[in-house]
């Protein structure tokens, strides 16, 4: 099983950005599927998640100007990221809750 992520990339504050992150096998719409970040000498926190019903939770940092989704059919789940902002700046991971797998991650920065 892997989760590919993309979508990283260097944006100015106030910017957008959309994360995709692609999984392979068969167990993707049966899992809740999250995105986390590590910003350099943090913990890594957990942005936001998705159910398996679209249920959606987000920190409270991101709440408003990022939104989490998900399409079975493509077995993948987005981020997209708007009113970015410098603090926002952080490796992003994706995450799937079942057997707890990581991808590999992508960097996002934001700098003017």
């Known amino acids: 099983v892997q989760l590919q992520a993309s979508g990283g990339g260097l944006v100015q504050p106030g910017g957008s950005l959309r994360l995709s992150c692609v999984a392979s096998?068969?167990?993707?719409?049966?899992?809740?599927m999250g995105w986390y970040r590590q910003a350099p000498g943090k913990q890594r926190e957990l942005v936001a998640s998705i159910t398996t019903s679209d249920t959606t939770t987000y920190a409270d940092s991101v709440k408003g100007r990022f939104t989490i989704s998900r399409d079975n059919a493509k077995k993948t789940v987005y981020l997209q990221m708007n009113s970015l902002k410098p603090e926002d700046t952080a490796v992003y991971y994706c995450?799937?809750?079942?057997?707890?797998?990581w991808g590999q991650g992508t960097l996002v920065t934001v700098s003017s």
């Open positions: 096998g068969d167990i993707f719409s049966i899992s809740a």
């Open positions: 995450f799937r809750f079942v057997l707890g797998i």
